[in-house]
T-cell receptor, first 111, second 112 residues
Framework: QKEVEQDPGPLSVPEGAIVSLNCTYS??????FMWYRQYSRKGPELLMY????GNKEDGRFTAQVDKSSKYISLFIRDSQPSDSATYLC???????????FGAGTRLTVKP | DTAVSQTPKYLVTQMGNDKSIKCEQN?????MYWYKQDSKKFLKIMFS???????INETVPNRFSPKSPDKAHLNLHINSLELGDSAVYFC???????????FGQGTRLTVV
């Protein structure tokens, strides 16, 4: 079993839809939870991060962490074609530089 | 200004060759990384350097050797290249124990 599990998709939605992306993990030491967005032939860039459990909202994006279930989510409201990319979850333990990534979910938002 | 830059962007080479990929960051970060991304987009850490010292060395073949001449540079040298080494290699940097890692554009290595 991988430390971080993420459904690779692909996921295709119409413009304006609400998108839900999810990851599960097995290492209870993980404290920092991140979502990276990667456009084709580019490097990943940080979209959002959350420390420990709870929700965080930034514009159309909401990140949720449920440590009891070892489950994290990213919601995208009013999705746009420009949101089409691969979304990677990542996590690491406190005081540890070792960041573990999920496989990435490829999202396409159709006009 | 490019924060994390890698060269070359594309590299096509024959099996058995030795090649190097260079990485430089101008963000003043102490920690630099090498990641490998396979054809299925899975991003896996290979090495991490903190202030020129190796702190993570995942189980990668010893044909891969990172070199950090100073804390702004982390190069990756690969000996005796194999077909399975074909992937995109990303360099990244961060402050120690800070969440955000900044990634370079990647080096697409193809071994033929």
């Amino acid at each position: 079993q991988k430390e971080v599990e993420q459904d690779p998709g692909p996921l295709s939605v119409p413009e304006g839809a609400i998108v839900s992306l999810n990851c599960t993990y097995s290492n209870s030491a993980f404290q920092y939870f991140m979502w990276y967005r990667q456009y084709s032939r580019k490097g990943p860039e940080l979209l959002m991060y959350t420390y420990s459990s709870g929700n965080k909202e930034d514009g159309r994006f909401t990140a949720q962490v449920d440590k009891s279930s070892k489950y994290i989510s990213l919601f995208i409201r009013d999705s746009q074609p420009s949101d089409s990319a691969t979304y990677l979850c990542a996590m690491r333990a406190y005081n540890n530089n070792d960041m573990r990534f999920g496989a990435g979910t490829r999202l396409t938002v159709k006009p | 200004d490019t924060a994390v830059s890698q060269t070359p962007k594309y590299l096509v080479t024959q099996m058995g060759n030795d090649k190097s990929i260079k990485c430089e960051q101008n963000l003043g970060h102490d920690t630099m990384y090498w990641y490998k991304q396979d054809s299925k987009k899975f991003l896996k850490i290979m090495f991490s350097y903190n202030n020129k010292e190796l702190i993570i060395n995942e189980t990668v073949p010893n044909r891969f050797s990172p070199k950090s001449p100073d804390k702004a540079h982390l190069n990756l040298h690969i000996n005796s290249l194999e077909l399975g080494d074909s992937a995109v290699y990303f360099c990244a940097s961060s402050h120690p124990r800070v969440t955000e890692a900044f990634f370079g554009q990647g080096t697409r290595l193809t071994v033929v």
